[in-house]
């Protein structure tokens, strides 16, 4: 079946420009995560989506970035006049009701000039 | 071949070798632990997970084993091959954390023929 897409694949921009990043979730899937992973480092948690809860935004660097999650499925994370220490891989991963493990997407590769 | 924590990111093998790739953990409340597979330009893969109340889980070719009382999680990779070459990543999960993933740093993994 398929896994989880992330669009654009990648995304150069000028500072200071608003960028949105896209991301479909494996179908079925009730919960939704965003992450962060810089040139060589780890996974940054940004924002998790679960079902019709409030989501957690606690690791939402700055009140720039912001995500929604129209219908339970497709989510949007928005980054508002982007900086260049916003340029990193974006990851979006989903998983199952009651499931732990989770599912990851290509990424998207965020460059700010 | 063998790595030490997070301290040391590089591990190289010879094809053939079993590997052993180390993580160490700092919060006692975590409950379940999985390891990724991260190839350049792509997003991480789900490898192996394991609960805090098993201390071995084995896959194909693939072991985790869990020590709670040092804190610290390794992954075995028998007979390893050039295609096991990528970015290992740990990473925990804590009930009260809701199903937030919080990742250790990794470590590269290279296989020479």
């Known amino acids: 079946g398929a896994g989880v897409s992330q669009s654009p694949s990648n995304k150069v921009t000028e500072k200071g420009k608003d960028v949105e990043l896209r991301c479909d979730p494996i179908s079925g899937h009730t919960a939704l995560y965003w992450y962060r992973q810089s040139l060589g480092q780890g996974l940054e948690f940004l924002i998790y989506f679960q079902g019709n809860s409030a989501p957690d935004k606690s690791g939402l660097p700055s009140d720039r970035f912001s995500a929604e999650r129209t219908g339970g499925s497709v989510s949007t994370l928005t980054i508002q006049r982007t900086q260049q220490e916003d340029s990193a891989v974006y990851l979006c991963?989903?998983?199952?009701?009651?499931?732990?493990?989770?599912?990851f997407g290509p990424g998207t590769r965020l460059t700010v000039t | 071949g063998e790595s030490v924590g997070l301290h040391l990111p590089t591990l190289s093998v010879q094809e053939g070798d079993n590997s052993i790739i180390n993580c160490a953990y700092s919060n006692s409340a975590s409950d379940y632990f999985i390891w990724y597979k991260q190839e350049s330009g792509k997003g991480p893969q789900f490898i192996i997970d394991?609960?805090?109340?098993?201390d071995k889980r084995q896959g194909q070719r693939v072991t985790v084993l869990l020590n709670k009382t040092v804190k610290h999680l390794s992954l075995q990779i028998a007979a390893t091959q050039p295609g096991d070459s990528a970015v290992y990543f740990c990473?925990?999960?804590?009930?009260?954390?809701?199903?937030?993933?919080?990742f250790g740093e990794g470590t590269q993994l290279t296989v020479n023929p």
């Open positions: 394991i609960r805090s109340n098993m």
């Open positions: 991963a989903s998983s199952s009701m009651g499931r732990n493990e989770q599912y």
């Open positions: 990473a925990e999960k804590e009930e009260t954390s809701g199903s937030r993933l919080t």
